[in-house]
T-cell receptor, first 114, second 115 residues
């Protein structure tokens, strides 16, 4: 079945450091790819998405590019802030066989220190 | 616009008790699902529904029941609570993939403790 693998955390960075969180996926068809963010005590919210190969999703300074050849969707940000401290989830859903449930990675906890 | 509303936010149950976690959405989404979140396990799908009257099992359905009598509501029932069901539960909704955005919207979660 479909699966998502993302780098283990926790990740601790100083403010203004560069962030990369790796995500790779396994899917039988042509998935849509997502990054969700969960701030402390809250539900998940969509950070960015990409629906086809070579698409780049971006939001709030975060970016991720859908790489079909490497089955990857790595999350990057050039300069993190304390307010970016959260848990980040990579996820996919298949579009080719109708709607399918979101499949999540295990999440990566990011802590940014001033 | 309320989005996805889950109740209650916190609940403590004794082993063997039953209860229903409520989930309602006001976005006219066809697709609704329940996940549980456990440390180190990410989010695991319990049950989902692609429309009123249609439900299906996810990865970890045992011990849970669902029904979908209306588009808006998707309650999750714990039949006989066990300590292994201690978790944070999230409800999510989205449009179906038929040519529409598949972004999922999540509720705030229900933190359940079974003692």
């Amino acid at each position: 079945g479909d699966s998502v693998t993302q780098m283990e955390g926790p990740v601790t960075l100083s403010e203004e450091a560069f962030l990369t969180i790796n995500c790779t996926y396994t899917a039988t068809g042509y998935p849509s790819l997502f990054w969700y963010v969960q701030y402390p005590g809250e539900g998940l919210q969509l950070l960015l998405k990409a629906t086809k190969a070579d698409d780049k999703g971006s939001n709030k300074g975060f970016e991720a590019t859908y790489r079909k050849e490497t089955t990857s969707f790595h999350l990057e940000k050039g300069s993190v802030q304390v307010s970016d401290s959260a848990v980040y989830f990579c996820a996919l859903t298949e579009r080719t066989s109708g709607n399918t449930p979101l499949v999540f990675g295990k999440g990566t906890r990011l802590s940014v220190i001033a | 616009n309320a989005g996805v509303t889950q109740t209650p936010k916190f609940q403590v149950l004794k082993t063997g008790q039953s209860m229903t976690l409520q989930c309602a959405q006001d976005m006219n989404h066809e697709y609704m699902s329940w996940y549980r979140q456990d440390p180190g396990m990410g989010l695991r799908l319990i049950h989902y529904s692609v429309g009123a009257g249609i439900t299906d099992q996810g990865e970890v359905p045992n011990g849970y029941n669902v029904s979908r009598s209306t588009t808006e509501d998707f309650p999750l029932r714990l039949l006989s609570a066990a300590p292994s069901q201690t978790s944070v539960y999230f409800c999510a909704s989205s449009y179906s993939s038929r040519g529409r955005d598949t972004e999922a919207f999540f509720g705030q979660g229900t933190r359940l403790t079974v003692v």
